[in-house]
């Protein structure tokens, strides 16, 4: 596969610092960014602790946050926007209208019937309202300190330099006719400080894979914080299928070699540092994938994913010596139950492999956000945060 990627997604053309509005409207615009900020931080607490049986209970959590952000919506839609402004308010509501909605559509799945399809529906929204305000995060500081570690909070400025004309930098996308939306393409993000660091230096990049039914479009915004704080290269591919070819033919893993490919030929691409990581089956994939002959990748970090049949049948416990792997697991997981990765623990290490397994307590069958840290310190310390380093 040779990807041709789209331009940047549209919404980046949005100007991150409109003019000063009326009192009146900045007062709508405050409350209704506060709100929002606070659902997709709810969302992203309540989505660490997915799990069927707890559903219930965490929707209730998201009720009073979702009147107050449908408040503020509703404010904000009553408040015309001055002269000047209609199209950073019209994406600034799309935003707002992404959040109220992902917020309520998890408060109101409580009810066991068609709760995982409400639940899921949800989680897309609440990437959907991140892609949307992305483009504003210099209009709100709250914003700004959403897409970035604590370290950058004080100095959000420096992570948006001016980029020299022509440097590709922000979210991009790579698919079918240029839909955001088709299976098989990319999304990749770019740091927007790229254009202004060292000219010679290459840039690590994480390739990280979602799991069974998902899309590199939503996956990316797991890891946009960290890329963007740090400094590294991030592309969120989507399979071929509905999920990763765990199944002859292979057609995803030949597609991932051409991606990064691409990537490697318009940005500067250190090969020494790509780091190959997935969620579930996107996990599973990322073992098959990165143990196979002449993989690219330099390190494998696999959360709730298991060993797949295949990495026996085709030799590529022979090449796991050596290899650099991070294992994850929940203790809680109910689709792949612990002893799944335990045994693949021991099995990758009596093949060779250096394995580095954690198990965590609290952990269902879902991503554990902040083992992002974990895993870009054992994957190469100099992507610490900052303050760290």
Same mark, same amino acid.
Not at 186 to 215: K, Q, S
Not at 241 to 253: H, K, Q, R, S
Not at 351 to 370: C, F, K, N, Q
């Given at each position: ?22 009192? %009146? ?7 209704? &960014? !506060? $709100?929002? +900020?606070? /659902?997709?931080? #709810?969302?992203? =607490?309540? *989505? ?41 308010? %019209? ?7 992404? &959040? !109220? $909605?992902? +917020?309520? /559509?998890?408060? #109101?799945?409580? =009810?066991? *019937? ?54 590709? +930098?922000?979210?991009?996308? #790579? ?215």
């Amino acid at each position: 596969m040779s990807p041709a990627a789209a331009p940047a997604l549209p919404c980046d053309a949005v100007s991150p610092s409109p003019p000063k509005p009326d009192p %009146a409207y900045a007062q709508a615009l405050a409350r209704a &960014a !506060a $709100a929002t +900020v606070g /659902g997709l931080e #709810a969302m992203e =607490a309540v *989505a660490r602790r997915l799990h069927p049986a707890e559903l219930a209970a965490l929707g209730e959590r998201l009720e009073p946050l979702s009147e107050r952000l449908d408040s503020a919506l509703e404010d904000l839609r009553d408040a015309p926007a001055p002269e000047g402004l209609e199209p950073f308010h %019209a994406q600034f509501l799309l935003g707002v209208e992404n &959040a !109220a $909605a992902a +917020v309520r /559509g998890f408060a #109101a799945a409580g =009810a066991p *019937a068609g709760a995982v399809g409400r639940v899921l529906g949800a989680l897309r929204l609440h990437c959907r309202a991140q892609e949307a305000l992305y483009p504003l995060r210099r209009a709100f500081p709250s914003l700004g300190c959403h897409f970035a570690e604590p370290a950058w909070h004080e100095r959000l400025a420096d992570l948006d330099p001016d980029p020299p004309e022509g440097v590709g +930098v922000g979210i991009h996308a #790579a698919g079918a006719d240029g839909d955001p939306d088709a299976r098989g393409g990319f999304h990749l993000y770019v740091p927007e400080r790229y254009a202004a660091a060292d000219a010679e230096a290459g840039w690590p990049l994480v390739v990280a894979l979602h799991g069974g039914f998902g899309h590199g479009r939503d996956f990316l915004w797991t890891w946009l914080r960290e890329a963007r704080s740090r400094g590294f290269l991030l592309m969120a591919p989507t399979s071929r299928g509905t999920t990763w070819a765990l199944n002859p033919p292979d057609v995803d893993a030949p597609a991932l070699r051409s991606m990064i490919d691409y990537v490697g030929e318009r940005w500067r691409l250190d090969r020494s540092r790509i780091l190959l990581t997935g969620l579930s089956d996107g996990g599973t994939y990322a073992l098959l994938a990165g143990l196979e002959e002449g993989a690219p990748y330099t390190a494998l970090a696999v959360v709730s994913g298991v060993l797949h049949p295949r990495n026996f049948a085709e030799g590529n416990l022979e090449r796991a010596r050596g290899r650099r792997i991070y294992l994850a697991h929940g203790a809680l997981d109910w689709m792949f139950p612990v002893g799944l990765a335990q045994g693949a623990c021991d099995t990758l290490r009596e093949a060779g492999a250096d394995v580095t397994y954690r198990e965590i307590a609290d952990l269902s069958h879902t991503y554990p956000r902040e083992e992002n840290d974990r895993i870009l310190r054992w994957f190469d310390p100099s992507l610490a945060p900052k303050a760290d380093a």
